[in-house]
């Protein structure tokens, strides 16, 4: 059976803390889906098809890498793309706080899925796409908080 997690975030921008994530859940996977979670009625601060198309740069050497948009309910994107397990980083205490709930109701909602958490490398733990993009808004240089491949100015 082959192992495929889901790794969803809004990724607005993707930043060299989720690259690290990615790359450190390789070797347990057999397929890693990137996963944009969207809002058809709420925009990102970048749009959604310049977010996919970075992440694709970012991964562009490696096939066990997939980039995916979807709405709705991780667990109903899980079961789509038969994916049992979901990967998330933690940062922080109030990244626990947060991941905890949101993983143990995945858990009440699809028994069969399991979220799997790494600890973020300890000099990745400020990156912040939040912080990053008040940067860009900003005119500020962003560009050592993400990966080459992601062209803030473009
Ligand atoms: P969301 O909008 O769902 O919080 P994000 O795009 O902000 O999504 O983040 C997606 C995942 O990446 C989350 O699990 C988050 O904790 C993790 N993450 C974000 N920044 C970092 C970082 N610097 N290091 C490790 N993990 C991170």
Request: glycine share 6%; proline share 5%.
């Amino acid at each position: 059976m082959e192992k495929i997690a889901i790794f969803p975030g809004s990724f607005d921008p993707f930043t060299k803390g989720h690259e690290s994530i990615v790359n450190r859940a390789l070797p347990l996977f057999d397929k890693i889906i990137i996963a944009i979670g969207y809002n058809s009625n709420k925009d990102g601060f970048f749009p959604l098809e310049k977010r996919m198309g970075w992440i694709k740069d970012v991964f562009k050497n490696e096939p066990k890498i997939v980039v995916e948009a979807y709405q709705g309910l991780t667990v109903d994107f899980c079961n789509r793309m038969k994916a049992k397990y979901i990967l998330r980083g933690l940062r922080t205490a109030a990244d626990f706080e947060y991941e905890r709930a949101i993983a143990q109701t995945n858990k009440m909602l699809a028994k069969h899925i399991e979220s799997v958490f790494l600890l973020t490398t300890p000099e990745l733990t400020p990156i912040n796409s939040t912080i990053v993009r008040d940067i860009v808004r900003n005119g500020g240089d962003a560009s050592m908080f993400v990966p080459d491949a992601v062209d803030l100015k473009k």
